[in-house]
């Protein structure tokens, strides 16, 4: 069955550090590949996505390239901001359903 | 454009009393979904509607849980009687379906349920 593995968090940065989160996933097919981002007590908002390999989703300054070779998918932003701050959650999307990873809480100080 | 809408934003019941969730999907969006999200979790689904029919409820538990999307537009889930662990954010997305060519889903802000 599809599967999503991200890094466990929290992952902590100072403001303007560079950050990356990884996620691998396991899928039949060419599942679509979706970034939603929740901030706290919120639902989930998209952040990116990517429809087929090689694609680069990006958005506010996140971006993430579609590895089907590394079967991967991994979050990176150049210069975090303390508005970052929020739960990060990797997901694949097949037969209509999504399969999320657990989520990486990330933390940025000022 | 509104979004997904959702209510009650919080809901805490007694354990065995009765609940119901409401979710008013994006205008002109087909398929809906309700989702389970556990503290520290992922959101799971519970079952997906394409217009008014539930196109995959395999992990909705029926002993307890049910769900309707009349007229193809607002859903409502409910769990009857409550337990424990039914305590989560239960929420709903919409997309505009896989005939439309687009299955990117939309979530609306969740119903925190807790069960004393």
């Known amino acids: 069955g599809n599967s999503v593995t991200q890094m466990e968090g929290p992952v902590t940065l100072s403001e303007e550090a560079f950050l990356t989160i990884n996620c691998t996933y396991t899928?039949?097919?060419?599942?679509?590949l979706f970034w939603y981002v929740q901030y706290p007590g919120e639902g989930l908002q998209l952040l990116l996505k990517a429809t087929k390999a090689d694609d680069k989703g990006s958005n506010k300054g996140f971006e993430a390239t579609y590895r089907k070779e590394t079967t991967s998918f991994h979050l990176e932003k150049g210069s975090v901001q303390v508005s970052d701050s929020a739960v990060y959650f990797c997901?694949?999307?097949?037969?209509?359903?999504?399969?999320f990873g657990k989520g990486t809480m990330l933390l940025v100080s000022p | 454009e509104a979004g997904v809408v959702q209510s009650p934003r919080y809901k805490i019941i007694e354990k065995k009393q009765p609940v119901a969730f409401w979710c008013n999907p994006i205008s002109g969006h087909n398929t809906l979904y309700w989702y389970l999200q556990n503290l520290g979790q992922g959101p799971e689904l519970l079952i997906r509607y394409e217009n008014e029919e539930a196109v995959d409820d395999s992990q909705l538990p029926k002993d307890r849980f049910s769900a309707e999307r009349l007229k193809g537009v607002d859903s409502t889930l409910k769990i009857q009687p409550a337990e424990l662990g039914d305590s989560a954010v239960y929420l709903c997305a919409s997309s505009l379906g896989r005939i439309a060519g687009d299955n990117t889903q939309y979530f609306g802000p969740g119903t925190r349920l807790t069960v004393l």
């Open positions: 899928a039949t097919g060419y599942p679509s």
């Open positions: 997901a694949l999307e097949g037969y209509s359903t999504l399969t």
